[in-house]
């Protein structure tokens, strides 16, 4: 089979090549997938750069322990350990792998059974593979340690990305002002999408517009929690689920001070993988929710599309075909 690997750190173009490798076999509690298609994130961006590398304790200090990138699959169920009791030969399955392992860049992987869910019949593979990642991110801020609390005024930071855009359909109900944040090609898409207001953090810092929300959600985490405080209003959330490391250690240090001054509640969300997945695929068919593609792009591209997924020039999540 092909797979997608890198035996060491550095730029994706330079060390992330197609190999020919072996088709591995299923574990007692695994699923054998033939991977139709594949999607692109923060992980992978960081696992193959080895960036920042406080992550190298985890990916491997000197040169990395997967060789083979990718947390979000969607597939087709091709052989299964002998105690995996929800999943047969010919399941059309979609899933985050994360929790347990990661190697989604191949024709092939082996994931445990507990990482993956049947897909909907109405949900294309290119959108299966979109859908298990960002949206639960964007769920679990919103609907899971926010309570699915009511707010009138939200900012995204990093809206045109996967999250964002899951976010805005999520948030979107006529009651709420959504403000998205980003730049490039994005900020058209958002516009069509109906964000009511739109920033170009180019030409614009929305931390000195003098504009407090009562929800700021951040895919990007690029400022510091001061600068962040200023756009909250008391008793207002903010939630991170990536960035900058050093905002982030910041952050957890100084939470409890906002939480005791301004009542202002600063968290890093942890993603439960999957947790979810089913309220997401309802939303989803009743045409409530919908997923922002780039691509679909050729397996063979796919460390040019890790690298311009880097540069921020996509729009919503990079989705690579496998088959």
């Known amino acids: 089979m092909r797979a997608a690997i890198y035996e060491?750190?550095?730029?994706?173009?330079?060390?992330?090549?197609?190999?020919?490798?072996?088709?591995?076999?299923?574990?007692?509690?695994?699923?054998?997938?033939k991977v139709k298609c594949t999607a692109i994130n923060d992980w992978d961006w960081s696992m193959v750069r080895g960036k920042p590398k406080l992550y190298r304790l985890m990916f491997g200090l000197l040169k990395?322990?997967?060789?083979?990138?990718?947390?979000?699959?969607?597939?087709?169920?091709?052989?299964?350990?002998?105690?995996?009791?929800?999943f047969k030969i010919g399941d059309a399955v979609y899933g985050d792998t994360s929790e347990f392992s990661f190697g989604t860049f191949a024709e092939y992987v082996c994931v445990n059974e507990k990482s993956i869910i049947h897909k909907p019949l109405n949900m294309s593979f290119e959108v299966a593979a979109a859908v298990s990642h960002a949206s639960l991110l964007a769920y679990q801020s919103i609907f899971g340690l926010g309570k699915g609390k009511k707010v009138k005024k939200v900012l995204i930071n990093g809206a045109g990305g996967g999250f964002g855009t899951s976010a805005f359909y999520l948030l979107k109900n006529g009651e709420t002002e959504i403000t998205g944040v980003d730049s490039g090609n994005k900020l058209s898409m958002m516009q069509k999408l109906g964000f009511d207001h739109i920033i170009d953090y180019r030409k614009e810092d929305f931390t000195k517009n003098g504009i407090k929300y009562d929800l700021i959600l951040d895919a990007k985490t690029n400022r510091s929690i001061f600068t962040y405080a200023h756009s909250?209003?008391?008793?207002?959330?903010?939630?991170?689920?990536?960035?900058?490391?050093?905002?982030?250690?910041?952050?957890?240090?100084?939470?409890?001070?906002?939480?005791?001054?301004?009542?202002?509640?600063?968290?890093?969300?942890?993603?439960?993988?999957?947790?979810?997945?089913?309220?997401?695929?309802?939303?989803?068919?009743?045409?409530?929710?919908?997923?922002?593609?780039?691509?679909p792009y050729p397996f063979e591209e796919i460390a040019e599309k890790l690298q311009y997924f880097g540069d921020a020039k996509h729009s919503g999540k990079v989705i690579i075909s496998i088959q």
Do not use: C, H, W
């Open 64 to 86: 990395p322990k997967n060789r083979i990138p990718g947390m979000e699959l969607s597939g087709v169920v091709d052989a299964i350990g002998t105690n995996v009791k929800n």
């Open 8 to 33: 060491e750190y550095g730029s994706p173009e330079d060390v992330l090549k197609i190999k020919e490798i072996d088709k591995p076999q299923p574990a007692d509690n695994e699923v054998l997938v």
């Open 232 to 295: 909250l209003k008391n008793n207002g959330n903010y939630f991170t689920v990536g960035g900058n490391l050093n905002n982030l250690i910041s952050l957890l240090i100084l939470n409890p001070l906002f939480r005791l001054i301004g009542k202002k509640n600063f968290r890093i969300l942890a993603l439960n993988p999957n947790n979810g997945l089913e309220k997401i695929n309802q939303l989803y068919e009743n045409g409530q929710i919908k997923f922002i593609i780039d691509g």
